[in-house]
Each structure stands twice: as structure tokens, then as C-alpha cells.
């Protein structure tokens, strides 16, 4: 099926899970973004898992993103360039742009990550479920305030 052929609900449906995830991310609720990836394998930028399931999708979230004084990694997650392709009755790909956004009192407003997300979903239950992202990050800037790990250790630990 070519990306035409995609049923208008079907893709409003992709992006409202998108924009469910994000707004999940940038609220702390990292078990909301555990439950809306309970069906799905995490990937890495080259293919290989890194979490699978509500509770280790949860679990990943907890232990690298940081959370701030009020619960939240004072992010905004904003995700665009959404194209829906139909890869099978009950199957799409959706491939995406985001890009993280960041203030804190320590770090003036700037973007930290920008990237592309490759998901799968399926039909499950009546609606769209996440059954596979693939998280491709491009271009990094200061993940001090965001990530409790360094991203990107090839800077020699510099976070620019």
C-alpha cells in the first residue's frame, strides 16, 4: 500500500500515539510511556533492543533521563515530518523528526537532541499500538540537564 492508501483515521490515530508519547516523556510520567510501549521492542539507531515491554521501557526511562525538582526533565518534545506508510492491513510504519528542547535554571533554552524515530504499530484490540522504535538520534547538544550518561563519548566527555 502506498502512503494514499493509508485510512485518514488510521493516521491521525499514528500521530495522536506520537504526541501521547511526548507529552508523556516531558511530564516525567515515565510509566505512562512504559504503558503506551507495552507491545514494543526499543531499538537502538542501528537495530539492536535495548528494552523491551512496559516495565523495562520504564526502567530504561527512570534510569537515564533526569527528572528535576518537579518530577519533570523540563523538556519539550516536539515531533514532526510524520509519514505514515501501510505495511500490511494491520501494520504501518511511521517514521518522524524530533527534536528536545530544554530550559532548566542552569541551562538556557536550547535544543539538546534532535533525531528521527522509525516506529511500527499494529492494529491491536480495535486500535494502534507501538510494537517496535527504533530511536535515531543525529546531532546533540548539551545533554547535562537531560541525560544521566554522556551520549555521545566520542567529544571525550564533552557536552557541547
Avoid: K
Avoid at 32 to 42: H, K, R, S
Avoid at 43 to 68: W, Y
Amino acid at each position: 500500500m502506498s502512503a494514499e492508501q493509508v485510512d485518514p483515521a488510521d493516521r491521525a490515530a499514528a500521530a495522536e500515539l506520537l504526541a501521547r508519547y511526548a507529552e508523556a516523556v516531558d511530564d516525567g510520567s515515565f510509566e505512562t510511556v512504559g504503558e503506551l510501549l507495552a507491545a514494543a521492542v526499543l531499538e537502538d539507531a542501528e537495530g539492536r533492543p535495548v528494552a523491551e515491554g512496559a516495565e523495562q521501557i520504564e526502567s530504561l526511562f527512570r534510569s537515564t533521563t533526569r527528572r528535576h525538582a518537579d518530577g519533570t526533565p523540563m523538556t519539550t518534545h516536539l515531533i514532526t515530518n510524520v509519514i505514515v506508510d501501510a505495511v500490511g492491513a494491520d501494520e504501518l510504519e511511521v517514521r518522524s523528526r524530533f527534536c528536545v528542547l530544554q530550559a532548566t535554571d542552569h541551562l538556557a533554552l536550547q535544543p539538546v537532541v534532535t533525531g528521527r524515530y522509525v516506529d511500527r504499530m499494529a492494529r491491536r484490540d480495535g486500535g494502534w499500538a507501538f510494537v517496535r522504535r527504533r530511536m535515531v538520534p543525529e546531532h546533540w547538544g548539551d545533554t547535562s540537564q537531560h541525560l544521566t550518561f554522556d551520549p555521545a563519548p566520542d567529544r571525550g566527555g564533552q557536552r557541547t
